[in-house]
């Protein structure tokens, strides 16, 4: 694929509509960062809101509740749990979002500011605008090879595409 087709892709999905419906949302995601270094994941955001019916237009440009998320990398896995949001204002371009997690991290062989063949545990906070998110967070080794890195900053920027609509 080359370089403009890729450029008018990108373009045309950022320009689709974000129509958000009652339902769960799935969160395909793509990042870089500690400890994972590049990683892909998915995750599912449930609506807290059990309602039945149809939601009024308020109600599908917002979703929030419990969040599922995982996602597999360079440097390791990791599994998280929390709460987040999402806002959807018509596109791609003007969708926000806000998760805290707690995580769970197994480390393989080469992971970025993490000790290698570890487990940790930890918390992460996310902010989301447009299909950028970021991420920041902290993590304590639980268990798996000594090393200097007991405690450790975590943090990642990647680009998250919610689909359910």
Do not use: C
């Amino acid at each position: 694929m080359s370089r403009r087709t890729a450029a008018l892709a990108a373009v045309t999905l950022l320009a689709l509509p974000a129509r958000v419906h009652a339902g769960p949302l799935v969160l395909l995601n793509a990042q870089y960062g500690a400890a994972m270094r590049a990683s892909a994941g998915i995750g599912v955001l449930t609506s807290s809101d059990a309602r039945k019916g149809s939601p009024s237009v308020e109600e599908r440009q917002m979703r929030s509740g419990l969040l599922v998320a995982g996602s597999v990398g360079k440097g390791g896995e990791q599994l998280a749990i929390g709460l987040g949001g999402i806002v959807t204002q018509g596109s791609y371009l003007r969708t926000y979002g806000f998760d805290l997690r707690g995580t769970v991290t197994r480390t393989r062989t080469s992971p970025l500011e993490a000790t290698a063949e570890s487990t940790y545990g930890g918390v992460e906070a996310g902010l989301t605008v447009s299909l950028v998110r970021v991420s920041a967070g902290y993590a304590r080794r639980l268990s798996g090879t000594a090393g200097s890195d007991r405690n450790t900053f975590t943090w990642s920027i990647g680009v998250q595409l919610p689909l359910g609509w």
